[in-house]
């Protein structure tokens, strides 16, 4: 067996997940443009540490020549979201591109299928072409989808486990179990903000679109009614504006299409 350039050799694992890290903040940044509630938070990616590489592999028996054919998580995605709804919601973006710029290989949920130890999470393993000077090459990378919540929880977990080195003490693990519950009712109570959440969004848009529409009804009337009239319309506008109140706004903007049709009956 010839000794592994290490650096080198993960050099296209870090290929990777430079890649990915940039595709899923692209979904987060177009959902953030169009105004909507993104399902990613937070995108981190790492490589495996060296030492962890190794670790794992002889932990599971795994022959070094064999730990980059049968370790998928070398390569390491991490999306982060608000609400336990978003994971499913990220799971099927990451689905529909299955067969495109990915290839799902296999999918855990620990989000339902919550580990003895409480971790929760829902993990996707891929195989990600990435394209380098000596051609194409095929990555495996796990995804790893979970909520602040969850990650929490997990990132306080995974340095307690580090720390014991596997030997944790009883009563800890009971007590992280606890954070582990408490995490889930967390999680669960923030569902019910998150309807509010999309509610105050929805109604966000609804008054956007409306105020566009009323802007558009004012120009147009510039072009019929008197200029005095157009003063008196825009000062109405912006008293409104300024309340917020959207009933008013849709009852000001109904007066503005009847005025429309007057003055078109009266000038066409
Ligand atoms: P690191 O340092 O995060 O990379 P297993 O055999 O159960 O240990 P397996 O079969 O590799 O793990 O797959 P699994 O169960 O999907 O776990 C893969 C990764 O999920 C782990 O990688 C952790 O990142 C995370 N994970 C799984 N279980 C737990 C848990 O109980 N607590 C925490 N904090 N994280 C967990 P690594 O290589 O173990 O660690």
Not at 201 to 230: C, G, P, R, T, W
């Amino acid at each position: 067996m010839e000794t592994i350039n290490w650096k080198e050799v993960l050099l296209p694992y870090e290929q990777a997940v430079n890649e990915l890290i940039v595709k899923f903040n692209s979904i987060k940044k177009a959902y953030n443009t169009d105004g909507v509630h993104s399902p990613i938070e937070q995108v981190d990616g790492r490589v495996k540490a060296i030492s962890s590489i190794i670790g794992k592999a002889n932990k599971r028996n795994i022959h070094i020549d064999e730990i980059f054919e049968k370790l998928e998580d070398i390569s390491g995605v991490r999306i982060i979201c608000r609400f336990v709804e978003d994971i499913d919601k990220v799971v099927s973006i990451i689905r529909e591109r299955d067969g495109k710029d990915m290839n799902v290989l296999e999918e855990e949920d620990y989000v339902t299928h919550t580990k003895k130890s409480g971790y929760r999470s829902y993990h996707i393993t891929i195989n990600y072409p990435i394209y380098t000077v000596n051609g194409r090459k095929d990555i495996k990378a796990e995804i790893q989808i979970r909520t602040l919540a969850m990650n929490f929880w997990a990132t306080i977990e995974h340095s307690l486990r580090y720390k014991y080195n596997g030997n944790m003490p009883d009563d800890l693990k009971e007590r992280l179990q606890v954070c582990a519950e408490a995490a889930f009712i967390l999680d669960t109570e923030m569902t019910t903000i998150r309807d509010e959440l999309l509610e105050a969004q929805k109604i966000v848009q609804i008054k956007n679109n409306l105020v566009d529409e009323i802007i558009s009804n004012i120009h147009n009337l510039y072009f019929y009614a008197k200029v005095e009239k157009m003063n008196e319309f825009n000062q109405k506008f912006i008293e409104l504006y300024q309340e917020g109140n959207i009933d008013k706004l849709l009852e000001f903007n109904r007066q503005l299409d009847v005025m429309a049709k007057l003055y078109k009956v009266k000038y066409v």
